[in-house]
């Protein structure tokens, strides 16, 4: 596809976006706005990040893409199919060996190091939108750091429910300053959000950009009494034991039986070379 | 055992393979060009110009072939295809009143220069299944007249010389660009107008049909409504002047309102505005009237609440690549977060059956 620029997007449209990234990061948590282009797949299918990521490869970089956690769920095949051939960069499944991940969804379970970049594609980037569904309150709002409604939401959880019931999406403060949507991960990957890596959040329909730099505070939202829990299914994964990894639940009979296996495909697969045996794993199972 | 699903690349290829088949249909049955789809189905070519911001038939017949005619898809197409083009630079006004009509009513005036011209419309054809049509659609050529050669005034001019309607006043100020610049809201009139041309039919459509139900109600009659050809100029800066590069069929709706009037100033009527690309007279109606609905703040008219009259509702909803975008995602993958959930409603439900559960069974 020799016929569009490196990454698909023109390289005036890749300065916008990169201003914007700048921007964010210099921001911790404040939306930017930028002038998202259409891109050659639908929106709310990753338009945000795919853009973010055009602006940000190189052709020296090492591309991952996640759904789910997976590398092989078909969405995540697609934006990287959609990147071998638009920009030609080395694409690999192996957290360790990328350099810029995309993901939606999730956070791969390795810790990232700060010579990586991570992309979240984002739905809705605006934390207070269930909440208040017009922008220009919610923008007012954030500058007026006025985040009472979203404190009330969440104690009426707790009022009606005993807990707060939100598990993913779990909203959080940036820097002490900005509420912001960590993108639909589970409230698991939370404390992750804290990181080495630079983080760069796209959200293409909506026409947001947001960043988190490497080491900012990132607290997610809770009360003294009622603390932040980043919880998980309670089982170890079936195919690679691991304990300390994010499960998918997995109907396997129509007797409804079930299995927990990793969501982080590259996690689970590396475990299981590494002699890792869960309660359902095959003697020759790879 | 459980085998981990893989494979999503070979199942994507071969749901293209599948697709590309399903689209040709019968191999029996002769494949459709596409100078027959832009000379046939002139009207779905001109709705994928106008919501796809492109004018171009031939493209746009292209992408109707593509997408087995689903034009939001088709749209699609062309919005992902503009997107990739270059800017040359900006256009001059198009002048509509210079425009050569091929269809020019108004249903204020039983006559007025330039006359009521009804042009290649459905409006008094009786809705009957012409059979005929399935075996043969040959048909004799229509009678012809001489065209008129001066140029057709507008409307609403004659009404302007009486002050009689709000004036709109030129303005050399260089508009936003929608596709350019990220939407802030509040918006502007111009950013308003260059959303509803692109903007869904059906959703512009019901929009404008819920003013005329009341909500919002502001009666407006179609002042003019004209379609033909203008001519698209563009200064040359080696030039100096300005020259025609081409020229576009358009339809134009202006719409005359209910006047208002107040202690300083006298009843005057209101003017909504419709301007879409081709022979798309619903849209340009439809257009007009939620424009003119969207000016409410402007034309110092309360805000009822209605739907149509808010803008950022009307704005943020009206592009239809985006919402069937965001629409069709839910098909994606959402194990993870429906997973969370899942553990999240266990353990409410667990929370719950011991807070029920009778105090003395637990000791």
């Known amino acids: 596809m020799n016929e569009y620029n490196f990454a698909y997007l023109d390289e005036q449209t890749k300065r916008m976006i990169r201003r914007a ?26 338009t945000g990040g795919v ?8 052709p020296e970089d090492t591309f991952k893409v996640i759904d789910q956690g997976a590398d092989d769920t078909t969405n995540a095949v697609s934006i990287r199919k959609f990147f071998e051939n638009t920009a030609g960069v080395e694409t690999t499944e192996e957290t360790e060996k990328a350099t810029v991940i995309q993901t939606r969804h999730r956070i791969p379970e390795a810790k990232l190091r700060k010579d990586q970049i991570i992309v979240y594609q984002v739905p809705i980037p605006e934390p207070l939108r269930f909440l208040e569904p017009r922008e220009t309150e919610t923008r007012k709002m954030h500058s007026l750091e ?13 009022s009606q429910h005993g807990a707060i019931s939100t598990a993913y999406a779990y909203p959080v403060k940036v820097s002490d300053r900005y509420v912001m949507d960590p993108s639909p991960i589970p409230k698991f990957d939370n404390p992750k959000l804290e990181m080495d890596a630079i983080q760069l959040f796209g959200a293409g329909r909506e026409q947001r950009i947001y960043a988190v730099p490497p080491h900012t505070k990132v607290v997610s939202l809770d009360f003294e009494d009622y603390p932040f829990e980043a919880t998980k299914a309670d089982h170890p994964c079936d195919l690679c034991g691991a304990e300390d990894s994010y499960l998918d639940e997995v109907i396997m009979d129509d007797a409804g039986n079930r299995m927990f296996v990793c969501s982080d495909t590259d996690y689970c697969r590396s475990r299981r070379e590494a002699g890792h045996k869960g309660r359902l794993a095959e003697e020759n199972a790879a | 055992m459980y085998v981990a ?21 019968a191999t029996d049955i002769d494949e459709l060009s596409i100078v027959q789809i832009r000379e046939q189905l002139g009207l779905a070519v001109n709705r994928v110009m106008a919501e796809g911001s492109l004018y171009d038939p031939d493209l746009a017949a292209l992408a109707i072939k593509q997408s087995r005619g689903d034009l939001i898809e088709a749209i699609f197409l062309i919005r992902a295809y503009r997107t990739t083009l270059p800017r040359f630079g900006y256009s001059n006004p198009v002048k509509t009143d210079e425009m050569a009509c091929d269809r020019r009513i ?50 609403t001019e004659f009404l302007k010389g009486e002050d009689i309607i709000q004036d709109e006043p030129a303005s050399d100020t260089t508009p936003g660009d929608l596709t350019r610049e990220p939407m802030e809201l509040p918006s502007n009139r111009p950013l308003r107008l260059q959303s509803l041309t692109r903007g869904d039919e059906g959703f512009v459509l019901g929009m404008a049909y819920s003013t005329q139900r009341g909500y919002a109600r502001n009666h407006a009659f179609v002042g003019e409504l004209r379609i033909g050809k203008v001519a698209v100029e563009m200064d040359i800066p080696e030039l100096g002047f300005a020259i025609d590069i081409g020229e576009i069929e358009l339809t134009e709706c202006e719409t005359v309102n209910q006047f208002k009037g107040s202690k300083t100033e006298p009843p005057q009527f209101t003017r909504g505005y419709g301007l879409v690309f081709g022979q798309s007279e619903r849209k340009s109606i439809a257009m007009a009237l939620v424009d003119r609905a969207l000016r409410w703040e402007e034309l110092g008219e309360d805000n009822l609440g209605a739907p149509a009259q808010d803008e950022e509702f009307v704005l943020s909803h009206a592009d239809n690549i985006q919402a069937t975008g965001f629409l069709e995602h839910i098909k994606l993958p959402h194990y993870v977060d429906f997973q969370s959930e899942l553990e999240l409603v266990r353990k409410l439900r667990r929370e719950a059956e011991e807070r029920i559960t009778p105090k003395e069974a637990a000791e």
Do not use: C
Request: proline fraction near 8%; hydrophobic fraction near 40%; aromatic fraction near 10%.
């Open chain 1, 21 to 46: 990234i700048l921007k964010g990061l210099a921001v911790p948590g404040y939306q930017v706005p930028f002038a998202s282009r259409e891109m050659p797949m639908p929106y709310g299918w990753g």
């Open chain 1, 51 to 58: 853009q973010v990521s055009a602006a940000t490869l190189t």
């Open chain 1, 146 to 158: 006025e985040y009472g409604l979203m404190h009330v939401k969440l104690y009426e959880d707790i």
């Open chain 2, 5 to 25: 699903v893989k494979g999503g690349e070979t199942a994507i290829e071969n749901a293209h393979a599948w697709l590309a088949e399903e689209r040709r249909g």
């Open chain 2, 106 to 155: 108004s249903a204020t005036f039983k006559d007025a220069p330039g006359g009521q011209v009804l042009g290649p419309t459905f409006d008094y054809t009786h809705r009957l299944l012409d059979f005929k049509l399935a075996a043969e659609g040959e048909v004799p050529a229509a009678p012809t007249a001489q065209p008129r050669t001066e140029a057709t005034p507008h409307i």
